[in-house]
């Protein structure tokens, strides 16, 4: 059963382009990080389109940002000084997990590395 996207490659409200992450809300909602359209997209269960909820992102920054919901204000929480192997920077960042203490952890996959 297709729950999300569905209808090809593309960038309108019901389709998807190179889904990297994704996470479930306790109401079955699914939060999805659609990379190659550089968006953050909310699919609602049974709705037939997304809703886009961030957008503007770009994959050669190598940040992580924190978005609100119903507030468009980004902050970033990781990176900043571009692309590297330094401990102040990511390469290609592409999965984030944060614990019960609010750690933020970052898988940076061109580093062959986890940060936190």
């Given at each position: 059963?297709?729950?999300?996207?569905?209808?090809?490659?593309?960038c309108?409200?019901?389709?998807?382009?190179?889904?990297?992450?994704?996470?479930?809300?306790?109401d079955h909602t699914i939060i999805i990080a659609d990379s190659r359209n550089h968006r953050i997209i909310?699919?609602?269960m049974c709705d037939?389109?997304?809703?886009?909820?961030?957008?503007?992102?770009?994959?050669?920054?190598?940040?992580?940002?924190?978005?609100?919901?119903?507030?468009?204000?980004v902050t970033l929480v990781a990176n900043g000084n571009g692309n590297g192997t330094n401990l102040n920077q990511l390469s290609t960042p592409t999965s984030v997990f944060?614990?019960?203490q609010q750690a933020l952890y970052v898988s940076d996959y061109l580093n062959n590395r986890v940060m936190k």
């Open positions: 059963m297709t729950v999300a996207g569905g209808n090809g490659n593309g309108a409200t019901n389709q998807l382009s190179a889904s990297w992450g994704f996470f479930i809300e306790k909310r699919w609602k037939r389109n997304g809703q886009v909820v961030a957008d503007g992102n770009d994959l050669g920054k190598h940040e992580v940002k924190r978005y609100q919901t119903g507030d468009r204000t944060v614990d019960l």
